[in-house]
């Protein structure tokens, strides 16, 4: 049983969802070995720094996961975490000051841990707050120095390093997630574990059969948080028993790890679908997606043992999630790239049908739940009556109502769009 395993059965009886609980203690992996550790790939290094944003309705218990992995990195010295509301400007000036240790030393904190449970009340409303954090993800690319001239103060960071772990609801959403945010690169480069159903019922009235235990979770991040190094590599030109799989690329031969060899093989497949079906992606998430899953890979080998190597478990695993990924970003944006109000009622009605065991709605019940995403019942109609149309969701009159159902053949095709399958 890995750490990241143990922790979400940790957790198992509480109403969140566990996919919450498991992408929070990532996002605690990666705050706690920061860039210590990379992934050489030929031309960059790859640094496990990711951003996490759980997305869910209100009451959906978004907070006490987030609420456990701040928990967790704050037990490890030498952490800074970014709580609560904040602005770009004062993130940056965290992080670009220095603190005194033990025997006088200067430590700068260009390493932080942004965590807060309410996306839009940490990063207050600043038009350039989604671009700067889009290019300090980047690790990889700011080597030394980086520097941030804003209206009031400028910041010199040294190798600055960001893990953000943060949440959101739909309506909270709308205004920080502009056409800029999903466009520029910052949804691109964020992983959304989107959810629509509560873990199970737990009035939690009654103790836990396994309660949680953070400081037996803490004293392993601490451990993660001493390596240092890079993680072994993935192929190599020469045959050994590490890179014992060998395939012909072009006209030589490479050798790859079991690890190194799944996902090559699964990104070559990836790429050849993407460019023959011509794959439209607003976001660039699938410009940027080989990266990745191997982020995620890193973090959960890294959960399997304190060890500079990518496990074959930990390779299938990182693909399983990442391909969630895509129906995440799928859920979360379609519809509002173009900031249209019809296509985000038609992506809402789509997914309220998909939620539903038999894929079908009253009319009555269906207006009631999205009364606040259409101006008029015209309008309403005009979307269901195109929806029909295109063969999506059909319409039969039931009495005096209506009943809308969406056939098998198009739900199990949406679902699988929505799950972020491309085929």
């Not at 350039?128 to 980047?138: H, M, R």
């Not at 019922?201 to 240092?228: G, M």
């Not at 959960?300 to 043992?305: K, V």
């Not at 478990?313 to 129906?327: N, Q, V, Y």
Request: hydrophobic share 40%; glycine share 6%; with cysteine.
């Amino acid at each position: 049983m890995s750490w990241l395993t143990d922790l979400v059965r940790q957790h198992e009886d509480l109403e969140a969802p566990l996919s919450f609980w498991m992408w929070s203690g990532l996002a605690a992996i990666s705050a706690v070995v920061k860039d210590n550790v990379w992934l050489n790939r030929q031309i960059y290094n790859l640094y496990p720094n990711i951003y996490v944003m759980l997305h869910a309705k209100s009451g959906l218990k978004k907070g006490p996961p987030i609420s456990m992995a701040r928990q967790l990195v704050s037990a490890i010295d030498g952490m800074t975490v970014i709580s609560g509301r904040s602005s770009v400007q004062g993130i940056l000036k965290e992080m670009g000051t220095g603190q005194t240790a033990p025997g006088g030393k200067i430590i700068n904190k260009n390493k932080a841990f942004i965590c807060s449970s309410e996306l839009t009340s940490s990063i207050v409303d600043d038009p350039v707050a989604t671009k700067i954090l889009t290019d300090l993800y980047d690790r990889n690319y700011n080597v030394g120095n980086w520097r941030s001239l804003l209206k009031m103060e400028s910041f010199d960071l040294k190798d600055p390093t960001i893990t953000m772990l943060t949440a959101t609801n739909e309506a909270m959403s709308e205004g920080f997630l502009t056409k800029s945010a999903m466009q520029g690169g910052y949804f691109a480069r964020t992983f959304i574990v989107y959810e629509s159903k509560r873990n199970k019922i737990n009035s939690l009235t009654a103790p836990l059969l396994n309660p949680p235990n953070y400081k037996t979770s803490s004293d392993y991040l601490r451990e993660l948080s001493k390596l240092r190094g890079e993680f072994q590599q993935l192929a190599s030109l020469e045959n050994s028993v590490a890179f014992c799989n060998p395939k012909t690329k072009g006209n030589r031969t490479i050798y790859f790890s079991n690890a190194g060899l799944l996902y090559d093989d699964w990104y070559d497949s990836f790429i050849d679908n993407i460019d023959k079906q011509e794959i439209e992606d607003d976001t660039g998430t699938l410009n940027r997606f080989g990266d990745s899953v191997l982020k995620v890979a890193l973090l959960i080998s890294l959960s399997e043992a304190p060890k500079l190597e990518i496990s074959e478990s930990a390779m299938t695993e990182a693909l399983r999630l990442c391909e969630k990924l895509l129906g995440n970003i799928r859920k979360t944006t379609l519809g509002k790239q173009g900031i249209s109000n019809q296509a985000v009622l038609k992506t809402m009605i789509i997914n309220e049908l998909l939620d539903r065991p038999t894929h079908q709605v009253t009319r009555q019940i269906l207006m009631r739940k999205m009364w606040m995403h259409y101006g008029d019942i015209s309008e309403f109609d005009d979307v269901m009556n195109s929806f029909d149309h295109a063969g999506m969701i059909k319409m039969q009159a039931i009495g005096d109502n209506i009943l809308y159902t969406m056939p098998p053949t198009e739900a199990e095709q949406m679902k699988r769009f929505m799950e972020g399958k491309n085929k």
